[in-house]
């Protein structure tokens, strides 16, 4: 697995979420994907980016641009210092939330990708990993 | 911050947004419309999203709030142009949008808010001539 480039950016405010939507949205184009895959890519990275201001307290992400030699794809890593998540089954159901949200937030990211992780304890914030490979439904 | 502009035609208010709004956008164009609906007595709400290319839970919960206030105020609302990649993506997220009425584009979108002030109309005064 090739990581061809990578990029941090700071996810603290609402205006910094549309500045996430319009990063992932390039990169998803330099990538080759579809428009369909575009958007929902960039649809899931709107989700988690707003989840980390509303429930983390902000953080950051970082975006890679993968190559493993027969895939492109596109890896974006979401990081706060947050409370963590006690009970991540909860957290991926739909209409949960302890916000004022709709709670589709982390499952209809988790939908929206083809790789979803999360790793989070209470109390050490709250890593998820979403990956988008070009060409997989 | 940016504000959205809403136009009065009629007895309807029109919304075209054209850029991607930030939350506090979204919420500020919510009060704006529901304060319009009344200010103008308006019946009728179009949102055109034609230029969006993402529209996510937040946004999906705001057009899916204003129709629901709309509707309370006595107005009906009707979303128009969503791009077909943001209709795959939203089912795919779990919202459906229920109670928001849809049409393909602007032309159509009035057509059905016409119709529906007619039926309403026809229903507080079934004797009255018709004259289209």
């Known amino acids: ?137 | 911050m940016e504000r959205i502009p809403i136009l009065k035609m009629g007895r309807c208010l029109l919304v075209s947004i054209q850029v991607d709004m930030d939350d506090r956008t979204a919420m500020t164009l919510q009060d704006d419309l529901t304060a319009q609906i009344v200010k103008h007595h308006a019946r009728g709400v179009l949102i055109d999203i034609s230029s969006l290319d993402v529209v996510d839970s937040f946004i999906g919960r705001m057009l899916a709030n204003t129709a629901a206030m709309a509707r309370i105020l006595d107005a009906d609302t009707v979303v128009v142009g969503m791009q077909p990649s943001v209709a795959i993506t939203l089912v795919e997220l779990g919202l459906s949008l229920k109670g928001v009425r849809s049409a393909l584009d602007v032309e159509r979108g009035m057509e059905l808010l016409r119709k529906i002030a007619n039926d309403q109309a026809e229903k507080a005064d079934p004797d009255a001539d018709q004259e289209e």
Not at chain 1, 26 to 32: F, N, Q, Y
Not at chain 1, 51 to 61: E, K, Q, S, V
Not at chain 1, 68 to 93: K, M, N, S, V, Y
């Open chain 1, 1 to 137: 697995m090739q990581i061809k480039k990578s990029e941090t950016l700071s996810v603290r405010s609402s205006a910094e979420v549309v500045g996430v939507r319009q990063a992932v949205r390039k990169w998803a184009i330099e990538v080759g994907f579809s428009l369909v895959e575009q958007t929902k890519v960039v649809t899931a990275a709107s989700e988690l980016a707003r989840n980390m201001i509303d429930y983390g307290g902000g953080g950051a992400m970082r975006m890679e641009a993968l190559d493993d030699g027969l895939r492109r794809g596109l890896r974006l890593h979401f990081e706060d210092q947050g409370p963590g998540i006690p009970d991540i089954p909860a957290a991926l159901r739909d209409g949960f939330t302890t916000g004022g949200g709709m709670g589709l937030g982390l499952g209809g990211a988790k939908r929206l990708s083809n790789e979803f992780e999360i790793r989070t304890a209470p109390g050490e914030g709250t890593h998820i990993t979403i990956t988008r490979w070009k060409g997989v439904s």
